[in-house]
């Protein structure tokens, strides 16, 4: 299930910090490990749970390897995150009813 390996994905802090990078631009490895406390490897590792997830992908240029995110992994977390969407209007309707009483 592709959700499942999203959320695995991101709920490493090292990948999130990865992934809001690349949401700013595209960048190859070298770019990304400035200001982090990440070797080569790890940095491909992470990078390689990223691609697997589909919320990454790479792209040659000359010798180096640039990577960007991945526009339809984003579309998978919207389409999760649609399902529940209908829950809130019915909670935050709830939440105002009960700040009213216990403002009374």
Excluded: C
């Excluded at 990948?15 to 690349?22: A, G, P, V």
């Excluded at 984003?74 to 009813?97: F, G, N, S, T, V």
């Amino acid at each position: 299930m592709i959700e499942h390996d999203i959320f695995r994905a991101l709920a490493d802090p090292t990948r999130r910090t990865i992934f809001e990078k690349l949401a700013n631009g595209s960048m190859n490895a070298s770019a990304l490990r400035e200001g982090m406390d990440i070797s080569q490897p790890a940095m491909s590792q992470h990078l390689a749970v990223l691609r697997a997830a589909r919320l990454v992908h790479e792209q040659k240029e000359g010798r180096f390897v640039n990577y960007e995110v991945d526009p339809n992994g984003l579309a998978l977390i919207a389409q999760w995150l649609a399902k529940y969407r209908a829950y809130w209007p019915a909670r935050i309707e709830d939440l105002k009813l009960l700040l009213k009483d216990m403002d009374q």
